[in-house]
């Protein structure tokens, strides 16, 4: 008596990828509805099962399909957008202001369709992902038929679909309702990472994920910066501070894991978190490389990720698993690292139980469902084949198989691909949607990248409007004198600060551009301790407006912004031609003279060493103003014992180069 299947498929090479590594050399698989219903010879199978279509598999390799444990899918549209930048430039500088102009519910859905399409061909038949308007994702992903986590992005700042985390955090309850028991679809909630979560965000986020019992997707110590700052913030490394805000406590899949010592892996096999290994993302932003080798033998359930395109720059799994392989031998000095049967295990098996959906897909056993792809390795570069070792077959799809030689993926017991061909996504029609956006990110990048001001305004933005200065400047001989004078005159302080300057002013090619002055300032208390430090980036426009007789200088206009990331970073994102540094001492009082504010600063430089200087100044807005306040600075120059001469009246910049 022989029962009836949907598909049998027959005369396969099985890598069943359970426990046991089962393969069967001339296997068959039997599928009911979407699941797996039996496993086994391929003569038992036919002899068991009549099925509606049976497909001789011509002796290709019959495996459960590749599963992607982390990535960013609609960032396909941002393919080669910025490379060979540091994870900071390139994301700050480039990645996430393209996003804020162009990111939207279409964007979404062609990027993950045409992701989709890659992945297909590629034999991934599970993902997960990490982005914004994840319900256009999980839209896209269910219509090409594909099983994924579809989590969506919390950050403590304004992102493309969220004015606030508040909305981010209300969006991803409504995914999760939405798609709570699709087929295909898990929607989960994804805090981004530790240091651009608040601890509000991590417990919402952890609270929900416990309350829908669904995944939690997080960036995990992807660079030794993150450690760093973490160490420093919350005086421990990423892990323990997850461990104490109760995140790991629900079903977490860990991306990177690059900078984790011992301790930590303990912790996260302790919790049963998933970890997701991106070869090639940590090597092309040089994060470095994750212990993997150390955490496998830990016991923790390693997958591997293509991460998104931006920083891969693609879907080939085939390609990861490779890298992942060699990465391991080579990191370690071991070359029985990760050896092939495990590296296949990572992007099968355990990758499943990575991304918490091991009890649903990842391996040929029945009652899973029915996800698998057929790889033809009877091509010249698979050739010869050796069987004297029953793992060669997984060195073979390791070290010398292609993604290309994946002929036929199926999912939930749906047919996606058959011989190469897409049957759920038509991307003919989406390539020239897709190119027509990367023309118009072109030329926002270009316009961008024109000057200095809109390269600022596209990293935080100028804080403060364009303003002017009326300035006078002059070396004293004796600061003491001046500071004398200031207190025994008739003004009125309206404060007295003591700071510590330390500025990198940033000249470039053409000097219509102005200055860019990195600012920091060391707030200095009446005991002489470092009370706090502020960070800014000012624009120095190149004009002097106007050049009063008094020698005082209506200057130059400026626009101020806050700066939250380092020097470094700065420095590689503006490039500029030249760089001159300054260290000052500054003591600054406030003043009102004739019903007007002035700053008096009495600077002292140290490097380079060049003498003490005083400087009146006044903020203006108009030039009546500006003339007006010229005579009086002049007037309170004077009063404090000294009169402008004519030469000084520079910006410090000018003053150490006229000097060196
Ligand atoms: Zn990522």
């Known amino acids: 008596m022989t029962a009836k299947v949907n598909t049998l498929l027959i005369n396969a090479h099985v890598l069943c990828m359970d426990e046991g590594f089962t393969q069967y050399e001339n296997g068959a698989v039997a599928v009911l509805d979407d699941q797996i219903h039996a496993v086994g010879d391929s003569e038992e199978l036919n002899k068991s099962y009549t099925a509606r279509e049976v497909i001789d598999c011509e002796g290709k390799v019959l495996m459960p399909g590749l599963v992607d444990v982390h990535t960013h899918v609609p960032m396909n549209l941002m393919r080669g957008l910025a490379d060979d930048l540091r994870l900071d430039v390139w994301l700050l500088g480039y990645i996430m202001p393209v996003e804020r102009e162009y990111v939207n519910a279409e964007f979404v859905r062609l990027g993950t369709s045409l992701a989709c399409a890659e992945l297909i061909l590629s034999g991934v038949t599970s993902f997960a992902d990490m982005y ?21 992005t919390i950050l403590k700042f304004p992102s493309p679909d969220a004015a606030s985390y508040e909305e981010a955090l209300a969006s991803s309850e409504r995914l999760i309702k939405k798609w709570k028991n699709h087929p295909l679809i898990t929607p989960a909630v994804a805090p981004h990472a530790a240091y651009t979560s608040t601890v509000d965000i991590l417990g919402q986020a952890t609270a929900m994920a416990q309350k829908y019992d669904v995944p939690l997707h997080i960036h995990v110590s992807e660079t030794a910066q993150e450690v760093k700052d973490s160490l420093r913030e919350q005086d421990m490394p990423v892990v323990p501070y997850l461990e104490g805000q109760n995140v790991l406590e629900s079903k977490v899949i860990a991306a990177h894991c690059v900078h984790i010592d011992e301790r930590e892996m303990h912790t996260l096999e302790k919790f049963g978190v998933g970890v997701a290994h991106n070869p090639t993302s940590n090597l092309k932003l040089s994060s470095g490389m994750a212990p993997v080798k150390r955490m496998l033998e830990l016991g923790l359930n390693v997958g591997i990720g293509t991460d998104g395109v931006s920083s891969n720059n693609d879907l080939d799994m085939f390609e990861e698993i490779r890298l992942a392989a060699l990465l391991a031998k080579g990191s370690s000095g071991d070359p029985t690292a990760v050896p092939a049967r495990t590296a296949i295990a990572m992007a099968t098996s355990m990758g499943a139980k990575a991304i918490h959906l091991g009890d649903q897909t990842g391996s ?11 790889v033809n390795l009877q091509t010249l570069h698979n050739s010869p084949q050796f069987r004297n070792d029953q793992d060669s077959v997984y060195a073979q799809l390791v070290y010398a198989a292609k993604s290309t030689d994946v002929t036929d993926l199926m999912v939930n017991g749906e047919w996606l691909m058959r011989s190469r ?45 364009e303003s002017y200065e009326v300035q006078v400047k002059v070396k004293v001989d004796d600061p003491q004198e001046v500071i004398n004078r200031l207190q025994n005159s008739e003004l009125e302080i309206l404060y007295y600060r003591h700071y510590h300057e330390y500025d990198t002013y940033f000249k470039f090619e053409n000097p219509e551009e102005g200055w860019l002055r990195y600012r920091e300032d060391e707030f200095i208390d009446e005991y002489g301790n470092i009370e706090n430090i502020r960070y800014r980036l000012t624009l120095i426009g190149p004009k002097r407006e106007r050049h009063f007789p008094q020698d005082v200088l209506l200057s130059r206009s400026r626009f101020i912004a806050p700066a939250p990331h380092s020097l470094r970073f700065y420095r590689e994102y503006f490039a500029p031609s030249e760089e001159t540094f300054i260290e000052k001492d500054r003591q600054r009082w406030k003043v009102c003279f004739h019903d007007i504010e002035f700053f008096i600063n009495v600077d002292r430089l140290d490097e380079p060493a060049l003498g003490t200087f005083l400087e009146v100044k006044s903020r203006t807005w108009s030039l009546e103003d500006a003339e007006k306040k010229a005579q009086i600075a002049d007037d309170l120059l004077r009063l404090l014992g000294n009169t402008p001469q004519k030469s000084e009246t520079l910006d410090y910049v000018q003053i150490v180069e006229s000097k060196s």
Do not use: H, W
């Open 132 to 152: 914004y308007f994840e319900d256009q994702v999980a839209e896209a992903t269910a219509e090409a038929g594909l099983r994924a986590v579809c989590c969506q």
């Open 364 to 374: 040929l056993v029945a009652g899973k469902k029915a996800d698998l792809i057929l």
């Open 421 to 465: 061909e897409l049957l759920t996504v038509d991307v003919n029609k989406m390539l020239p949607k897709a190119q027509v956006l990367a023309k118009e990110i072109d030329q926002f990048l270009n316009k961008r990248e024109q000057s200095v001001f809109s390269k600022l305004i596209a990293v935080g933005g100028a804080e403060e409007q």
